[in-house]
Every structure is written in structure tokens, then in C-alpha cells.
């Protein structure tokens, strides 16, 4: 009897996995089913693109949050310079 070598899990695995995908690419309709795997990965990718700018809008929010915060905040009242108010003469014929 000849001795076999011991093969590791990731080594079958590989190998099963291996025959897994020629059997699918022989299968019927195999091409939808990787044509619907290509739109997936072209969307996941998108989607991942479009969460990294989250961040930026994350950080554009809190700027503009504390701009508000600081226009909202009661500031001290400001004195305004008037003109002195100047008093009609009074109609002085009261007999």
C-alpha cells in the first residue's frame, strides 16, 4: 500500500472548491448567474465608494453645527446711539 500524504483542510477546500466552479461553469445558465455576480460586485463597489464620503459630510455637519450654535447663542446686548430726542415747544396760549 502506498502512503498518502496527509493534506491539510485548506488544501481540500481549495480543491473542492475548484470543482465546484467548473461545475457551475458547465452548468446551464451560468453565465446569468456570473453576469449577476459582475452587477453585485459593481455595486458593492459603488456603495463602498459613497460610504467613504460620509465621513466628510459627517465632519461638514458638526462645522456647521457649531457655526450654528455660536449664531444661536444669546450674545450681550448692544448699545445703539440714538439721536437725541429734541422736545416740540409747547403751544404756550393757555390763558
Do not use: H, N, Y
Amino acid at each position: 500500500m502506498a502512503a498518502r500524504e496527509p493534506r491539510d483542510l485548506l488544501t481540500m477546500l481549495a480543491d473542492r472548491g475548484e470543482e465546484a466552479i467548473q461545475r457551475l461553469s458547465d452548468a446551464p445558465g451560468a453565465d446569468r448567474l456570473l453576469g449577476a455576480a459582475q452587477a453585485l460586485r459593481d455595486r458593492m463597489d459603488e456603495m463602498q465608494k459613497r460610504i467613504r464620503g460620509i465621513d466628510a459630510l459627517e465632519k461638514r455637519v458638526a462645522e456647521l453645527e457649531k457655526k450654528f450654535e455660536a449664531l444661536s447663542a444669546p450674545s450681550t446686548p448692544k448699545r445703539t446711539t440714538s439721536k437725541p430726542r429734541t422736545r416740540k415747544p409747547a403751544s404756550g396760549g393757555s390763558a
